[in-house]
């Protein structure tokens, strides 16, 4: 079966096309300001890379979040589109899992860090059994002291969140943060579409009342409408 994912929870997404659980083509998404004409432009190279027709899939990945909420919206909008136009099913796949399977599994703890803005990062704890991620803490927004004080064990660190945070956490955390670890040669869509597999049939839905954002913390616009409300 061949299925699309696609991830947007970053101001660098991919897409990537699987068939049968192998990688047949991906693609990397820079920022720009045109973030959504660029992804459907992404999806379609990948696709016509691979010679298949949209009709042709099996269905469809997408990482929920969390992450960035303009990207997520544009990532969730363009694959509602895609599933109404061709009535194939989607799994939906937690961001901070698929980035923690881009890891290669060793005698660590893997940490995921996306930048959360507002000083915090969104992340996870996860250990390595079978070369499987296995979760050991719920997604959470929270500083980069306040992951520090969580680590008690040497941990490989992935995601844009060490753009901004490499340096308090190295500092912070001395050997217990891993950096320049061993990843698998995958995109974050492709992880996606990796984890989804193990349970395809069981996971795939149809109902699109079912496709939310899982946004950890709420977004400025509620946070607003809350201030607002309470005066």
């Known amino acids: 079966m061949k299925i699309l994912g696609i ?3 970053s101001p660098s997404g991919s897409v990537a096309l699987l068939d049968n659980g192998l990688v047949v083509s991906e693609s990397l998404l820079d920022s720009s300001p045109a973030y959504s004409d660029k992804l459907l432009k992404e999806v379609d190279g990948v696709l016509n890379r691979s010679k ?15 992450g960035s909420f303009t990207g997520l919206r544009v990532g969730m909008s363009l694959l509602k589109g895609l599933i109404l136009a061709v009535e194939k099913p989607f799994v939906s796949v937690n961001t ?3 980035y923690a399977e881009t890891v290669k599994p060793g005698p660590y703890a893997i940490c995921p860090v996306l930048d959360a803005r507002k000083k915090q990062v969104y992340t996870a704890l996860y250990s390595s059994k079978n070369d499987l991620c296995i979760r050991e803490t719920s997604d959470q927004a929270i500083s980069p002291k306040g992951l520090c004080g ?3 064990q ?20 001395k050997k217990n943060f891993i950096h320049d670890v061993q990843v698998k040669n995958i995109t974050v869509a492709a992880s996606a579409c990796l984890i989804a597999l193990r349970n395809i049939k069981e996971n795939m839905s149809y109902d699109l009342d079912s496709l939310t954002i899982n946004y950890v913390r709420p977004s400025e616009a509620e946070l607003n409408y809350s201030r607002a409300v309470s005066k």
């Open 7 to 9: 991830d947007t929870s």
């Open 52 to 66: 298949t027709k949209l009709n042709e899939l099996g269905g469809f990945v997408i990482t929920k979040g969390p």
């Open 150 to 152: 969580q680590i008690k």
């Open 154 to 173: 040497p941990t490989a660190f992935v995601g844009n969140g060490l753009e901004v945070y490499k340096e308090i956490l190295s500092s912070s955390l």
């Open 96 to 98: 901070l899992d698929a």
